[in-house]
């Protein structure tokens, strides 16, 4: 497939930056207000966090070129991607509001998580999917720290209730793996699969 871009199934304003920082020119396709985009994440009893995102992301993907189709727009590589929080088997959506954003944090507080984020490009017939799974150590929240980053908002709309480029980073002692995935678009995974459908990244 020859194209000078890929689209870019996603609302997330960093995937756009991350893909941006690869040299990859992009455009969205994102949801009709008739689609029920939140209904692709709904989880199922007993999945294994790393199964859950990355059958999501597929869910996402499948979406991404009905809708392409159903637009009959130009063809071109799709990208999309998705992003949980895991506390052991616990997965760690997105806050339903302040009360469930601050329990999550006090959750994470003081100990390990994992950060999983599959990424998957559709090129022709082709549907490429990879994994990345990071480690976050937290140190240990103070009550006022949790209240005030959460009257912040930064929390919504955030597997985790946290975005680790905001100043809650502060309170990270460590990361093991890939820091891209952790925003939400892990650049070593997504250059590979982009490599693999024929759209060069730059350097």
Not at 140 to 148: S, V
Not at 166 to 176: C, D, K, L, N
């Given at each position: 497939m020859?194209t000078?871009?890929?689209?870019?199934?996603?609302?997330?304003?960093r995937r756009?930056q991350?893909?941006d920082q690869?040299?990859?020119?992009?455009?969205?396709?994102l949801p009709a207000?008739?689609e029920?985009?939140?209904?692709?994440e709904a989880?199922r009893?007993?999945?294994?966090?790393?199964d859950?995102v990355q059958?999501v992301?597929?869910?996402?993907?499948?979406?991404?070129l009905?809708?392409?189709q159903?637009?009959?727009?130009p063809?071109?590589?799709?990208?999309c991607?998705?992003?949980?929080?895991?506390?052991?088997?616990?997965i760690l959506?997105?806050p339903r509001d302040a009360d469930?954003?601050a329990a999550?944090?006090?959750?994470?507080?003081?100990?390990v998580?994992?950060?999983y984020?599959a990424?998957?490009?559709?090129?022709g017939a082709r549907?490429?999917?990879?994994?990345?799974?990071?480690?976050v150590v937290?140190a240990?929240?103070p009550?006022a720290?949790?209240?005030?980053?959460?009257?912040?908002g930064?929390?919504f709309?955030?597997a985790?209730?946290?975005?680790i480029?905001?100043?809650?980073?502060a309170?990270?002692?460590r990361?093991?793996?890939s820091?891209?995935?952790?925003?939400g678009l892990?650049?070593?995974?997504?250059?590979?699969?982009?490599a693999e459908a024929?759209?060069a990244?730059a350097?």
């Amino acid at each position: 497939m020859n194209t000078t871009f890929v689209y870019l199934a996603s609302q997330s304003p960093r995937r756009a930056q991350l893909l941006d920082q690869l040299g990859v020119a992009h455009r969205p396709l994102l949801p009709a207000p008739d689609e029920d985009a939140e209904a692709l994440e709904a989880e199922r009893e007993g999945e294994a966090p790393a199964d859950y995102v990355q059958r999501v992301t597929r869910a996402k993907l499948d979406a991404a070129l009905a809708r392409l189709q159903a637009r009959a727009l130009p063809p071109a590589p799709i990208l999309c991607a998705d992003t949980t929080v895991a506390l052991g088997p616990r997965i760690l959506g997105k806050p339903r509001d302040a009360d469930d954003a601050a329990a999550t944090l006090r959750a994470l507080s003081a100990g390990v998580h994992h950060v999983y984020t599959a990424v998957a490009v559709a090129a022709g017939a082709r549907r490429l999917l990879a994994l990345s799974d990071s480690r976050v150590v937290f140190a240990a929240l103070p009550e006022a720290t949790i209240a005030r980053y959460v009257a912040s908002g930064e929390p919504f709309g955030k597997a985790g209730s946290y975005a680790i480029q905001g100043p809650i980073s502060a309170w990270i002692e460590r990361v093991e793996g890939s820091y891209s995935g952790i925003m939400g678009l892990p650049l070593f995974e997504t250059r590979a699969l982009l490599a693999e459908a024929g759209i060069a990244c730059a350097p």
